[in-house]
């Protein structure tokens, strides 16, 4: 392909790299095919360059040129003159649609899709529904994308052609390789959106059904997804006669993908045969999967309680579905517990106070002494909304009996998943709560080997200071926190030096300039770098709470010393503080 004047000399220099040994400068260049076409100009780009990459690339081209391909030319209208060019794009598009790597054959048909949509209806009925037709009739490949092209051209066609794609979507339905009737099952339901309400039973039902029953499970599994689609199609009558057999069906089907799909879809599901048809029906389907033998089936159900509750009153579940969920809270498959626990805890607001007592809380705290970290971090986390329905008192009572088990819990994130919980428990309880049951924990938490549960435990101080008040603190926290300040493990030392910066707007003046300053202060002595420099970081704060006096007569002089530090770490902390002090 010639380029013959000078402002189309970058158009050729990518055009040329399309061509490149080079796989990486191969897939730049598709990258940019928009600068090509905006270089070589709207006719030469419709003209020619179409024609160049119709010619030129094909299923041997690397899958990652290809797929970007694909992709440009899906937005590639304006670059050939607007819509009423649009079919200069199909054929490459044709061609990607017949190559052998599914995911660029789907991103040649999402790009048909984008240009069929925008095209003029003359433009469809002789370029794009012919196109269809053409690939339906070819290789397995070929005819699986043209599934995808149905609910584009069929709201266009005119009656005749219509029935044409009617029955041709129906032989695809039919066809013996299995890879297209997956296609086909993939898109019937976006094909009977568009289709008139006559024909959903007299062309879409019988080719669902079929589908429903075929024997390859990737292709029953696919049919499950358009039974939501097609419920809401049909009248109620209709979708629980047509409808609800085949969910009931497909959830007892042989193949435990099937079974998932459809625990995985299960609430859709019912949404599509309505609350009548979900208490005498679903339940019991519902039951049947969380007791399923496969243990994926078990954990897409497990994940589905609380939704399952929200869609009926709750009388029904607690009968049939909470025995169950008892059951998986023991399950041996870890995956299953994990997917209860993500979920179970937004059941509360919906059973309400007695029935959280009586059923739920046993399982919470089965949950939160279970062997997996996660497993105990999202109940740890998600308790919030037990006491909204409880309240704190019921709630405290239970989880005292594994507070001091979970405060020791191997797993740090378990500790800091707990310790992010204590304020709220202190708050609801009371001063007397913390000085009594939880006090020594939260001191012991500052000493904690892990660094992330040492600053949940800082800031769990903090909040405890901010609801009780600065001469609680003063009383039951900073003595305690100065006890350690001496700590023969330098990383402890320079934790509790945070912890007191965090405490001192809290406390306020008087208390930082007695009690806590000093000991800061002296810290700027110790023989560890890493000690001194966290004083020169901690520093700058305490001056903005501190009268200016001090800051002039001890904090300036402290920083101006370790700005002469021996350790170029503590100098460059020193420094930065000294310039925040100034600012």
């Not at 949509?117 to 005819?143: V, Y």
């Not at 999202?378 to 979970?406: A, F, P």
């Not at 049951?437 to 000493?447: E, R, S």
Request: charged share 25%; with cysteine.
């Amino acid at each position: 392909m010639s380029m013959s004047n000078e402002s189309a000399s970058l158009a050729a220099v990518l055009i040329d790299e399309l061509m490149n040994e080079d796989s990486d400068l191969r897939l730049n260049s598709m990258r940019q095919l928009s600068t090509i076409a905006r270089a070589l100009g709207v006719e030469r780009t419709r003209t020619e360059f179409i024609q160049y990459i119709r010619e030129n690339f094909d299923d041997e081209y690397d899958e990652e040129v290809l797929l970007k391909m694909a992709q440009q030319l899906g937005v590639f209208i304006p670059y050939v003159g607007g819509v009423e060019y649009a079919t200069v794009l199909l054929p490459p598009l044709e061609g990607l649609c017949r190559v052998g790597e599914t995911c660029d054959r789907d991103k040649a048909v999402e790009s048909l899709c984008k240009i069929g949509s925008q095209m003029r209806e003359p433009d469809l009925i002789e370029s794009f529904i012919p196109l269809l037709k053409k690939l339906a009739d070819k290789e397995w490949t070929a005819q699986s994308s043209s599934c995808g092209l149905f609910h584009i051209a069929y709201p266009n066609a005119p009656e005749p052609l219509r029935e044409e794609l009617r029955t041709l979507y129906n032989q695809l339905c039919h066809n013996e390789t299995p890879l297209v009737r997956k296609a086909a099952a993939k898109n019937l339901g976006k094909f009977a959106e568009t289709v008139e309400q006559p024909y959903l039973m007299n062309y879409i039902m019988p080719m669902f059904k079929h589908l429903t029953q075929d024997d390859q499970d990737s292709v029953r599994l696919l049919a499950v997804k358009n039974c939501a689609v097609l419920g809401k199609l049909l009248v109620q009558q209709v979708c629980l006669a047509e409808i609800l057999p085949v969910i009931i069906s497909l959830s007892q089907d042989d193949s435990w993908q099937v079974r998932y799909t459809v625990a995985d879809q299960l609430c859709e599901l019912c949404e599509t045969v309505g609350p009548d048809a979900t208490r005498t029906e679903m339940v019991p389907a519902y039951v049947r999967l969380l007791r399923d033998n496969e243990t994926d089936v078990r954990r897409a159900a497990a994940g589905k309680v609380t939704k399952f509750f929200q869609i009926l009153s709750p009388e029904l579940p607690v009968q049939h579905i909470l025995p169950c969920v008892k059951e998986l809270s023991l399950d041996q498959s870890q995956e299953v517990r994990f997917a209860l626990a993500s979920d179970i805890m937004g059941l509360s607001p919906i059973l309400g106070k007695d029935q959280t007592v009586e059923q739920l809380l046993p399982i919470f705290l089965t949950l939160l002494k279970d062997e997996s970290t996660q497993i105990r971090v999202n109940i740890i986390s998600k308790i919030d909304q037990v006491n909204q329905v409880i309240g704190i008192d019921l709630l405290s009572q239970s989880l005292l009996s594994v507070i001091d088990e979970l405060s020791e819990a191997k797993h740090w994130r378990v500790r800091v998943a707990l310790i992010n919980f204590i304020p709220l428990l202190a708050s609801q309880l009371g001063v007397s709560f913390y000085n009594d049951k939880i006090g020594a924990l939260c001191m012991q938490w500052l000493t904690d080997e892990v660094h992330q549960v040492r600053v949940a435990a800082a800031n769990n101080l903090v909040l405890l200071a901010v609801k009780f008040g600065p001469e609680w603190a003063l009383e039951h926290i900073i003595p305690q926190v100065l006890d350690m300040v001496n700590d023969r493990r330098y990383q402890y030392r320079i934790s509790i030096l945070r912890t007191l910066s965090l405490l001192a707007p809290v406390v306020g003046l008087e208390i930082t300039t007695s009690t806590i300053f000093p000991v800061i202060l002296a810290a700027s002595t110790d023989r560890v770098p890493n000690v001194r420099f966290n004083v020169a970081k901690v520093l700058p704060s305490l001056a903005s709470i501190v009268d200016q006096s001090v800051v002039e007569e001890r904090i300036r002089p402290c920083l101006n010393k370790l700005n002469q530090d021996e350790d170029v770490d503590v100098r460059f902390f020193a420094n930065k503080a000294l310039q925040a002090i100034y600012q």
